[in-house]
């Protein structure tokens, strides 16, 4: 067995190829060498150069390639003693390209030593690459996730408003009803930021299918009729008894959209609408608008619309033609308005703005001959009474709301309507911001998943440093005699540097190659592709700049910080120690003797006390500061530290609990030995204590961090369920935009031959959702305390259907206690009584002894009061939104149904005209899927024309909750 140690180039190198592992040096060898005293300037590690052979023998290598300026240094380094001050002289005397051609093979023999370290450790090998690869992947994705999420978070919001910026209206202060868009565009002129504007007609509309017992729709002679053909009377002003209304099958509410379409093209309202301007007889229909009335494309349909408001702000004879019937025929139907409008509106159809009067004009009521004339000739424009003018940013409008930073998207969008408005007449101008309200309820969730991100993050890259870190230790204590043989026989300090470096980037550059891969990989076909059909826009699916950049940096750091201490511990390492074989190297006690002249100051101790106290300053100092600025991010950001902190501290805490639980865990696995054996196995666990302490940190740390996952997902979970079926007080339900009576029967009727549905009950819309202009709010006698309210009908049996642990009820008047909350609304102490929220009792200073005034306002033309008394105050309710704190702003007042006719001052005129908004099912026990998959068929189908309609079943949110747990448990046992 032969190690030959050469020396090449004049540099002294080491070349263990030949290093068999299973040899060691023969006796004769190492005692020659001890015999040689290896310390001092011999055991430097420039020292001479031997070749130790198996018989015993050392001599000096001759394989030194020389030249006759090397000769004085070949003397030297071939002699029995070094001299190192001609070494030094011999190496100042290279060239540059000698140099870099010994640090290059340097270099390379250092990698050639770590390939074969890593050979040998392939599992240490596979731990260090796995978790470099992770970090990296999860890095790339996260942060291009997080750089993506504002497109997600703006089509969401256009999906909510539209691709509108801000919608201007006339001030119902100025008393006119209408905008003059050709004033707009003379006050914005022709060029600048504020030209990309477009007026807009919307009018609630009733819709009636052509079929109208062969009757000519094109006619208007018929419509504005006294009576029909067959004798029935008519009335064309009202809606039940109209010879359009008897003669024709029955209409559904719909919205009827007046349109510059090649102007809201040009402003970026509608990126991806591709139908053309209509003609003028022509509408585009919503599907299921169309649907709901039979009609398809080709079809006939009237639109009943109210228009003597409109006529006599043009100063026509609007009594005269108070209601128009206007047939349209069917030219498209679309099922996706493409951000022209609201996703939610189902019941829209669109017309084109600039021939909506003249259409009109030839159909309005044939006695109005001057406003027929006056609207089909053009001395009126539509353009100068436009209900609405949508305003919207400069091209690439997208830009200013792609931002994950809320007030920054504030900031530009406000600058831009107010210098708007300041040009249009900020005075007249009615403005309203839709995307930048949509986004402001989405600022939150964009914290939260940063912060969440950032946790995973940062506690990942820990794990991963706390392995590698490991991983190193342990190579280098285990080459502890190969790195002193190496030292001894001429590697320089920056030789071992290297080498650690080496094996640790050894780890991490293919993890880092294959990580940006994967990431790219999983981000464009899963991740990034899942985004943009979230957003419902296709981007760009590659790794951003700024995620590669992180991902890279922190797939470098990670090995570089990793590598401190083994790099410390090599050097530090005493030559003659790390080549005796006959001590081990395993320390059960250590002295340690410090003179009072050798002391330093403790660097490491007052740059940790100078860190704890900057933390706590920046605690003290920063929390006030983000609560009296309400910097939301600041806040969020100094929890996770704090959480952090937390997290370390009961890691730190876990290391003084390893002595007693190395003493559990040994009598509870050697109870039958003796004390003696016991007392071994805890010295010996003494001595192996440090290098256990770090799989107690790397194991805590990784437990803590799972542990803290999977209890914040499933609290969130549980959180989710919770507010969902609260939300919706029942296991299945239908809520609507508006069921109108005809529905409302038709549903009471199936669900009484049900014999599935145990009992239904039936919520109203709110009162302010009933008619424009509405709003609704309690005050105290005073008139000094108001809080914004819904208001609210019910059922009498509304809380014998729905859910009663999502009942919590704070105080009842005692007054027909016997009946359920919702029945003694319908008693005669009821009947002037009210549900509230416990909130309000705060708030207004009321009890169930005295009473409240309900305020009722109709856009500032009227205000009513009514005087009511609580009959309950409501921590908690089922579909019903009731609270004790304030941050649940705009609770819910439940009244009768009889007392939302009567309070509603006119608005709503019978129970019959309420419109509802659920109707919610109490099932019965025991049902088959099979049978609950009838129920919710039955009703889906049932209840088609509803507009925004949906269907609520438990079963779905179990099966998306089972979904997200599944994803949750493999990314716990990975």
């Known amino acids: 067995c032969v190690i030959r140690l050469r020396v090449q180039q004049g540099l002294p190198h080491t070349s263990l190829g030949d290093l068999n592992e299973n040899c060691s040096m023969a006796p004769q060898a190492e005692a020659s060498l001890r015999q040689r005293n290896v310390t001092g300037r011999d055991a430097h590690p420039r020292g001479r150069a031997l070749s130790a052979h198996g018989d015993g023998t050392t001599e000096s290598t001759g394989s030194i390639r020389t030249t006759e300026s090397d000769e004085h240094s070949e003397e030297h380094m071939l002699s029995g003693r070094w001299d190192y001050d001609a070494y030094v002289r011999h190496l100042s005397r290279l060239s540059k390209k000698q140099k870099l051609q010994r640090a290059a093979d340097e270099l390379a023999q250092n ?77 914005v002129g022709v060029r600048g930021e504020y030209v990309h504007n477009s007026p807009r007609f919307v009018e609630e509309v009733s819709v009636f299918p052509g079929r109208c017992g062969g009757q000519d729709v094109w006619d208007p002679a018929w419509k504005y009729a006294s009576s029909l053909p067959s004798g029935a009377s008519c009335s064309y002003t009202s809606t039940s008894t109209s010879c359009v209304a008897l003669a024709c099958d029955p209409p559904i509410e719909g919205e009827l959209y007046a349109i510059d379409t090649l102007q809201e093209k040009s402003i970026g309202c509608g990126r991806n609408w591709t139908l053309p301007p209509p003609a003028a007889d022509v509408a585009y229909v919503h599907v299921d608008l169309a649907n709901s009335i039979g009609v398809h494309e080709g079809d006939t349909i009237i639109v009943r619309i109210a228009t003597r408001t409109l006529l006599d702000n043009m100063k026509l004879n609007g009594g005269d033609a108070r209601v128009t019937f206007i047939p349209y025929r069917v030219g498209r139907t679309f099922a996706d308005a493409n951000g022209k409008f609201a996703l939610s509106v189902d019941n829209a159809l669109i017309v084109e703005y600039d021939a909506l009067l003249q259409h009109m004009g030839a159909h309005v009521r044939p006695a109005a001959t001057s406003v027929s004339q006056a609207l089909t000739n053009g001395s009126v424009s539509l353009r100068e009474y436009a209900e609405e003018v949508i305003m919207n940013l400069p091209p690439n409008r997208i830009d200013a709301y792609i931002d994950s930073n809320f007030d920054a998207i504030q900031e530009r969008v406000v600058d831009f309507a107010s210098r708007s408005l300041f040009e249009v007449g900020f005075t007249q101008i009615d403005a309203s911001l839709e995307i930048l309200n949509s986004l402001r309820g989405m600022r939150f969730f964009a914290l939260f998943l940063g912060l969440i991100l950032t946790m995973i993050i940062t506690i990942l890259v820990a794990l991963s440093i706390l392995l590698i870190y490991s991983l190193l230790m342990i190579s280098v204590e285990t080459r502890t005699f190969e790195m002193g043989v190496m030292r001894m026989v001429g590697m320089t300090k920056r030789g071992v540097v290297q080498l650690v470096l080496v094996q640790a980037f050894l780890y991490a550059l293919p993890a880092w190659a294959l990580g940006l891969i994967a990431a790219q990989v999983v981000g464009s076909e899963v991740l990034l592709k899942f985004m943009s059909e979230l957003a419902g826009a296709d981007f760009d699916r590659s790794l951003t700049p700024s995620s590669i950049g992180i991902a890279t940096a922190l797939g470098l750091l990670i090995p570089l910080i990793s590598a401190v201490f083994p790099i410390r511990k090599a050097l ?41 106290a900057l933390f706590g300053f920046l605690v003290y100092y920063l929390f006030p500061l983000a609560l009296l600025s309400f910097n939301i991010q600041l806040l969020l950001y100094m929890f996770f530290g704090l959480l952090l902190g937390m997290l370390l501290g009961l890691v730190v805490l876990s290391l003084n609990l390893e002595h007693p639980l190395e003493k559990g865990i040994t009598l509870l696995c050697l109870w039958w030995e003796k004390r003696s054996t016991r007392d071994i196995v805890l010295k010996n666990l003494v001595a192996h204590r440090p290098r256990n302490r770090k799989t107690t940190v790397m194991y805590a740390l990784s437990l803590a961090f799972i542990v803290f996952v999977a209890v914040s997902y499933n609290l969130q979970i549980i959180t989710f369920t919770y507010q969902t079926q609260q939300r919706n007080g029942v296991n299945m339900s239908l809520r609507g935009r508006g069921i109108s009576n005809d529905y409302v029967v038709k549903l009471e009727a199936w669900a009484m031959n049900e014999d599935g549905i145990e009992d239904f009950s039936w919520k109203s819309r709110p009162l302010f959702r009933v008619a424009d202009g509405v709003d609704v709010d309690l005050r105290n006698l005073g008139k000094i305390f108001v809080m914004s309210t819904s208001m609210y009908a019910v059922s009498p049996n509304f809380y014998n259907t729905t859910l009663n642990e999502f009942l919590k009820l704070d105080s009842r008047a005692g007054a027909f206690s016997t009946y359920s909350l919702s029945e003694a609304l319908y008693s005669v102490y009821g009947s002037q009584s009210s549900l509230l929220g416990s909130l309000e009792r705060k708030e207004l200073g009321v009890d169930l002894d005295s009473s409240y005034l309900l305020a009722i306002e109709k856009s500032s033309a009227w205000e009513v009061f009514h005087r009511m008394r609580p009959m309950a105050f409501l921590d908690l309710s089922p579909a019903l939104t009731f609270s004790k704190f304030p941050s649940v702003s705009r609770q819910d007042t439940v009244v009768s149904f009889p007392a939302y006719v009567r309070l509603s001052n006119g608005i709503v005129r019978s129970v019959e ?31 088609s024309g509803v507009p925004s309609r949906r269907v609520f079943d438990k079963r779905d949110l179990e099966d998306r909750v089972s979904v997200a747990t599944l994803v949750m448990e493999y990314f716990s046992i990975f």
């Open 111 to 187: 990698v050639r030593s770590a390939r074969r370290e890593v050979s040998k450790r392939k599992v240490s090998f596979c731990l260090g690459f796995t978790s470099v690869f992770l970090v990296v992947m999860i890095v790339a994705l996260a942060s291009t996730a997080l750089a993506k999420a504002p497109f997600v978070f703006l089509r969401i919001a256009e999906a909510d408003a539209g691709e509108i910026d801000m919608t201007a209206r006339s001030g119902w202060w100025t008393g006119y009803d209408y905008l003059n868009f050709t004033q707009v565009q003379n006050n």
């Open 572 to 612: 530090t390492q005493n030559v003659n120690d790390a080549v005796d074989l006959k001590r081990s190297r395993t320390v059960a006690v250590k002295f340690s003797i410090e003179r009072s002249e050798d002391t330093k100051l403790p660097w490491a101790l007052i740059a940790g006390g100078s860190a704890v």
């Open 913 to 943: 005209d309420i419109p509802m908004e659920s109707m919610l099912l109490k099932l019965r026990s025991g049902l088959s899927d099979e049978r609950l998959d009838q129920i919710k068929g039955n009703l889906t189908e049932l209840s």
